[in-house]
């Protein structure tokens, strides 16, 4: 099949290389417009730097909606495959393709639905996730649902992590979609809507922990929001990052109070791991206490 491949983050890359290394012809990449970093060097999408590894055309728009109707037009696409892409499709577009577009998303549809659903998944204590091939909607992730894999989620498993799992296995599930579209076996089966979960995409401020909540919820806010937006408190003033920790039931001290590396939370204590201070590097807890007292101080 002929296929336009739309897409921008590192988890998009490996959908991209099965397409690359399929029988299928990749006509272009559609990909977010570059950004310009520190001291105005422009950077380009994962997606955009595996395309011209490959000398593929890349499409670039502000509003795919509005200017790249055109030239999707012209490419003539068979289907079209987006994998966190980071725009709305209009209807427009999602009429091109002969066979339609569909998307690769990181959750078992109809649950988590929206922008971050590896860290929401985390972040809720769900003990397994997946891959989900659906055919794309104009609603947010409400399309019919084409193919899903499942993964256990490890205990203490990051986010990073997580995310890692899930890109590994996205290329299978996304070329097994593909071969059911082509054969004509594929089975479009419509999304629970009473069963939908959506999550709103995270902020950084979403990482400050309330030391007044039970161990296990700071547990899934710092496992599920490492390494992005990073969970936190603040310590002397400035930004504490807590990487890894594990949680110790027990009578506590006031909520935020530390006494032998550990934190007082509701139910017990969390046991710091690995830390970072505003200013330093990260490290696990030995190495940071050689250099800072931690005992009697309140995390806010």
Not at 147 to 170: C, H, P, R, S, V
């Amino acid at each position: 099949m002929r296929i336009v491949f739309l897409g921008t983050p590192d988890f998009s890359v490996p959908c991209l290389d099965a397409l690359i290394n399929s029988k299928h012809e990749v006509l272009a990449v559609v990909t977010q417009p570059d950004k310009a970093r520190n001291r105005m060097v422009v950077s380009f999408s994962p997606v955009k730097e595996e395309a011209i590894k490959h000398n593929i055309k890349v499409l670039q728009y502000d509003k795919i909606r509005l200017q790249g109707v055109e030239d999707l037009k012209a490419l003539n696409p068979d289907l079209m495959v987006t994998c966190a892409y980071g725009q709305i499709i209009s209807q427009e577009i999602l009429d091109i393709p002969k066979y339609g577009v569909i998307n690769v998303h990181a959750s078992l549809l109809p649950k988590y639905r929206g922008s971050a659903p590896i860290q929401w998944a985390i972040l809720n204590g769900e003990k397994e996730t997946g891959i989900t091939i659906m055919q794309t909607a104009l609603g947010v992730d409400s399309g019919d649902i084409i193919l899903q894999e499942k993964i256990a989620i490890k205990e203490n498993e990051t986010a990073g992590e997580l995310f890692d799992d899930l890109a590994k296995i996205a290329p299978s599930v996304l070329m097994k979609a593909i071969d059911l579209i082509e054969s004509g076996k594929a089975t479009f089966t419509k999304q629970n809507e009473e069963e939908a979960t959506h999550f709103p995409m995270l902020k950084k401020e979403d990482g400050h922990i309330d030391w007044t909540q039970d161990g296990k919820t700071i547990i899934n806010k710092i496992y599920g929001l490492n390494p992005w937006p990073s969970a936190y408190s603040i310590l002397d003033g400035k930004i504490f990052k807590i990487y890894k920790a594990k949680f110790e039931e027990g009578n506590s001290l006031d909520f935020g109070t530390i006494k032998d590396n550990k934190v007082a939370c509701k139910g017990g204590y969390i046991q710091l791991q690995e830390v970072q201070i505003e200013g330093k590097k990260r490290m696990d807890i030995e190495e940071f206490t050689r250099g800072f007292k931690l005992d009697g101080q309140v995390l806010n």
